[in-house]
Nanobody, 114 residues
């Protein structure tokens, strides 16, 4: 049974930082490309960043230079370090394999506001 548990979200002022974590189980984490996705109110879910099994990364243009995705295969965990946060980064953030599979976790809310 696949489980994805996101954590680390919260309320932060513009310019601030947060580090999200996603612990996963139920599949072979180390061989899968992982992604962080987000969904803002009234918008479709979008891919923010991805990391391959070998550690190659890709980012959406909107977060390039501000967000960093990483992974710890020993802990079956993927991280998203978010710096220089903007109000438009406000969303629920999810992790999943990339391309995403059917099961999604509960996500973690990130709110950027003064």
């Amino acid at each position: 049974q696949v489980q994805l548990v996101e954590s680390g979200g919260g309320l932060v002022q513009p310019g601030g930082s947060l580090r999200l974590s996603c612990a996963s189980s139920g599949y072979i984490f180390s061989i899968n490309t992982m992604g962080w996705y987000r969904q803002a109110p009234g918008k479709e879910r979008e891919l923010v960043a991805s990391i391959t099994s070998g550690g190659s990364t890709n980012y959406a243009d909107s977060v390039k230079g501000r967000f960093t995705i990483s992974r710890d295969n020993a802990k079956n965990t993927v991280y998203l370090q978010m710096n220089s946060l903007k109000p438009e980064d406000t969303a629920v953030y999810y992790c999943n394999r990339h391309p995403p599979r059917r099961y999604w976790g509960q996500g973690t809310q990130v709110t950027v506001s003064s």
